[in-house]
């Protein structure tokens, strides 16, 4: 019997745990025994793994987190840790490993492909910055989630005729800023793809938007660009408009995957084994205009994404 691994590496993402479910299942229903390696890399390394079948999956479809816990290991990166994980790769004969996380985790699982253990990466962050696939899994959970908690903030922004300026996650990108922004009905978002000009775009838009009557503003602010309490400060000095800081923060990670996520990780999950089944390593799964497709990892890791620059003026043009 053919042994595989699976994994879940950087930042956790709700719907891994679909992903880990398609994986085992699939893996078990096509004649592979699936290890469970805990803690991303770290388990690699020191064999902290165990053998799972068709039940070890029941009941995490709805759960947030990922059961297999996830970690970034900087050891991992390092030739002698890289040479632990082949070395208990070797051990367990395992003749392939599915790796759910983001680019980082991909640079590991391209490393060790080229060193003979054949990896297939699945798209697992909230970010969506992964540059191969339109869509990373957790990121519609994320996005629903800071909607949720900028529409409470709405609530008492308006009792008390405020601003409410929001640090939203993403790392060095913009998309969950950008689209729960416009979700929001935020005044101003701010993103690290687009310059932008503080007095212009931040206090001149409240202030047209002041003499048409608004009195409460929401201003959403991707933690690539971060400085919100200074943000605040100024905007309150500026307008007059008494305003508020708020850093979401790790809430957004967590929760009940959405349906999207369920979907896309069940999906992701499934195909990862279909390519190791078929001999094929060093891929990664991605979403392109709804169709899951696969690209060698090399090759994904050069890739380029962008943001959607339309959806960006859109969003200021209906926002006012
Ligand atoms: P993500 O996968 O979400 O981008 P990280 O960048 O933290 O998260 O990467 C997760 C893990 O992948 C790291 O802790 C490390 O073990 C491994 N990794 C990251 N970059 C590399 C690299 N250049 N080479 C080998 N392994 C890497
Ligand atoms: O990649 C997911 C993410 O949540 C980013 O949005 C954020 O920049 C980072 O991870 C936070 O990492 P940590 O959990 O290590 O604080």
Redesign the pocket.
């Known amino acids: 019997m053919k042994t595989i691994g699976v994994l879940t590496s950087?930042?956790d993402a709700p719907g891994m745990n679909a992903a880990i479910r398609a994986v085992v299942r699939a893996g078990c229903e096509n004649g592979f025994r699936v290890m469970g390696i805990r803690r991303g890399y770290n388990g690699l390394m020191y064999g902290d793994m165990y053998e799972m079948n068709l039940r070890s999956v029941s009941n995490i479809i709805n759960r947030g987190g990922t059961i297999l816990y996830s970690a970034?290991s900087p050891e991992f990166k390092t030739e002698e840790g890289m040479q632990k994980a082949i070395d208990v790769c070797k051990e367990m004969d395992m003749q392939g490993v599915v790796v759910i996380g983001?680019d980082g985790s991909f640079r590991g699982a391209r490393d060790l492909s080229l060193r003979g253990v054949p990896c297939v990466g699945v798209p697992g962050?909230?970010?969506n910055d992964i540059a191969c696939s339109d869509y990373t899994i957790g990121y519609d959970t994320a996005m629903n989630t800071v909607m949720e908690m900028v529409d409470r903030l709405r609530d008492t922004s308006e009792s008390h005729d405020r601003c409410s300026v929001v640090e939203v996650?993403?790392?060095r990108a913009g998309y969950i800023a950008l689209n729960s922004g416009i979700a929001c009905g935020a005044t101003t978002i701010l993103i690290p793809e687009v310059e932008f000009d503080f007095e212009k775009d931040v206090v001149e838009r409240m202030r047209r938007t002041q003499k048409t009557g608004k009195r409460h503003f929401i201003i959403i602010v991707a933690?690539g660009i971060g400085g919100v309490d200074e943000m605040a400060k100024r905007i309150q000095e500026e307008t007059g408009v008494e305003s508020r800081a708020t850093v979401l923060g790790?809430v957004q990670?967590g929760g009940s995957p959405t349906v999207r996520d369920r979907v896309a990780g069940s999906k992701m999950g499934y195909k990862a084994v279909e390519l190791l089944k078929a001999g094929i390593g060093n891929r990664v799964v991605a979403m392109q205009k709804d169709a899951l497709v696969d690209y060698d990892i090399f090759e994904a890791l050069n890739m380029k994404k962008s943001i959607d620059l339309d959806l960006y003026k859109l969003a200021h043009e209906i926002s006012i």
Do not use: K, Y
């Open positions: 950087g930042g970034r983001g962050t909230i970010d996650m993403g790392r933690e790790h990670r």
